[in-house]
């Protein structure tokens, strides 16, 4: 399995030791304050389409919910459903704008999301096109293991 790292955070702003120097937004909560909702929704839509993207193109029909965390019960999900990649984005969104959090994976693949709006994904392949798309649509994607796993 392949594993990446998606963000929007630029490597050649990382130090030595890979933390992240530039000063940006880093979740929903920031809309109003330091990001537009246009510039958010617009960054949140890339991540969403490049997670599909991946899915997608190692034909992942299906992602189950795990170590759902739901605080203020705003979820619609629950633990060990099984999503259709077709109906995945408000999960996507959800957990982005941190309504909840989860896990999302299968024997296959797997989608997990961290702190600052770093989102991780394992495939089995990724070719060059949909790299270069993901590229193209202003997002940074780095070999890197999940911390969820």
């Known amino acids: ?10 490597p050649e702003s990382r130090n030595e030791h890979g933390e992240y120097l530039a000063n940006e937004w880093t979740e929903y ?3 109003g304050q330091l990001v537009s909702i246009e510039d958010y929704v617009t960054t949140e839509s890339a991540y969403i389409y490049s997670l599909k993207s991946l899915l997608k193109e190692n034909k992942i029909e299906s992602l189950q919910v795990s170590e759902l965390e739901d605080s203020s019960n705003q979820s619609s999900i629950s633990n060990g459903q099984v999503i259709d990649i077709e109906n995945i984005e408000d999960i996507f969104r959800s957990v982005l704008r941190a309504n909840y959090w989860c896990k999302l994976e299968s024997k296959e693949a797997f989608v997990h999301f961290g702190y600052d709006y770093y989102s991780y994904i394992g495939v089995p392949t990724a070719s060059q096109t949909v790299l270069k798309e993901i590229s193209s649509n202003g997002l940074y994607i780095e070999h890197f293991r999940s911390p969820y796993r």
């Open 1 to 10: 399995m392949r594993e990446f790292r998606l963000s929007k955070y630029n």
């Open 29 to 31: 909560s920031d809309v």
